[in-house]
């Protein structure tokens, strides 16, 4: 789907890189504040901005897994939640204190 919308837009190699950045804007902030996330879902709905990427925090979760219970239209409970900038996740104790110096 990225290289689809990248031909799309009449773009090479840099536009793929664009594209990508842009769908994992918000998941370069909250990922590394969730530390028991291990790997990021991005398939071509989210990346048509369908819906946004999802966060696999599960150990057991594994993306053949999540593929097959989304399939089979299935419950995947809180192994798997959707990329959200929302202040609850976010550690900015950090970031104030850089601020400050």
Do not use: C, W
Request: net charge negative; glycine share 6%; charged share 30%.
């Amino acid at each position: 789907e990225i290289a689809k919308t990248a031909f799309l837009r009449g773009t090479g190699a840099r536009g793929l890189r664009s594209i990508t950045e842009n769908v994992l804007m918000e998941t370069m902030f909250v990922v590394p504040s969730i530390p028991d996330v291990h790997t990021v879902y991005l398939d071509a709905a989210a990346v048509r901005g369908e819906r946004k990427p999802v966060m696999l925090k599960d150990p057991d979760m594994t993306v053949e897994k999540y593929e097959a219970l989304v399939k089979q239209g299935k419950s995947v409970g809180d192994a798997v939640v959707p990329v959200d900038i929302n202040i609850d996740h976010l550690d900015i104790s950090e970031a104030d204190d850089a601020e400050v110096a």
